[in-house]
């Protein structure tokens, strides 16, 4: 019973130094970034910022566009453009409830996506 004991106390002993000295040598694998991802993924990471920046960039245009206001305009404006396009589309103010039920979810969206990249409280 000693030997299995001591055997397996070797064991671990040496699985520990092999653990110790390779985290000791081989610091870098073990080290996460702020993506919680390893550095040697780093290309990974400017092309995913790269991809993201894209896609919002293109859908805050888009959101502009919903809403038909340029990218210059003011808090304020953009505020009371958004409750003109909301009395006129709204679903209970219509015939066709439908049609501006999709519309009216739509320049919901924009008008959140908009004031969350600008940073407006609503």
């Not at 894209?54 to 206001?69: A, C, D, M, P, T």
């Not at 808090?75 to 999709?102: G, M, Q, R, V």
């Not at 969350?116 to 409280?121: C, K, M, N, P, V």
Request: overall charge neutral; proline content about 2%.
């Amino acid at each position: 019973m000693d030997d299995i004991i001591n055997l397996i106390f070797r064991i671990l002993y040496f699985v520990f130094f092999w653990w110790l000295i390779s985290l000791i040598f081989n610091h870098k694998k073990g080290r996460r970034n702020k993506y919680n991802t390893y550095d040697d993924e780093s290309t990974y990471e400017s092309e995913q910022e790269q991809e993201f920046s894209r896609v919002s960039k293109s859908k805050l245009q888009e959101s502009y566009e919903v809403l038909g206001v340029d990218p210059d305009i003011s808090d304020k404006e953009l505020k009371k453009t958004y409750l003109n396009l909301a009395k006129k589309y709204h679903p209970d103010n219509s015939e066709d409830k439908e049609a501006n039920e999709i519309k009216m979810t739509r320049i919901n969206s924009a008008y959140q996506f908009i004031c969350e990249t600008r940073g407006i409280r609503k």
